[in-house]
């Protein structure tokens, strides 16, 4: 496994749309464990493709709040239902030491397929549902500086 650059921002990758994933290969698998190492080292909640370079529709989380690190692969993911409503503090690993308020849907349910070919679906509340659009924003090239409400200072962050 190798730990991957992540872009920042001005990086012109940040901004394309990404290509979906034609057939999974053992490239693609050897990107998703590279993700998930970079992920992780990194210590932050969500990496999509592009941050590392990558204009594929792929991206990963780390759902698990007790620390036990439980990555979620995302290849192809697809938007199928959101509801409510929350305005909480985002941050992102392209773009570090800055904060902002987004809004976003508080629950978000996700169809993807696996790194096996197999389709599922996922749903995420409150962090993960933030986590969810975050990461499927990166995708299109949109970074959530794009949609802040308010910037934050890093002592405004719990």
Not at 98 to 114: D, I, Y
Request: glycine share 8%.
């Amino acid at each position: 496994m190798a730990l991957l650059n992540i872009m920042k921002e001005g990086e012109p990758v940040l901004r394309k749309k990404s290509r979906p994933v034609e057939e999974i290969t053992d490239k693609i698998i050897t990107l998703l464990d590279d993700m998930k190492d970079t992920l992780l080292k990194a210590g932050g909640v969500g990496l999509a493709a592009p941050q590392v370079g990558i204009l594929r529709r792929i991206f990963i989380i780390d759902d698990d709040p007790d620390g036990a690190h439980n990555v979620i692969e995302f290849i192809n993911p697809r938007i199928i239902k959101t509801e409510g409503h929350q305005e909480e503090a985002e941050g992102c690993l392209s773009i570090p030491g800055k904060w902002g308020v987004t809004s976003r849907p508080l629950t978000v349910t996700v169809e993807a397929t696996n790194r096996n070919g197999e389709t599922f679906t996922y749903t995420g509340t409150k962090l993960y549902g933030r986590c969810l659009c975050h990461e499927y924003d990166h995708l299109d090239g949109i970074l959530y500086i794009d949609n802040v409400l308010e910037m934050l200072d890093e002592d405004d962050v719990e």
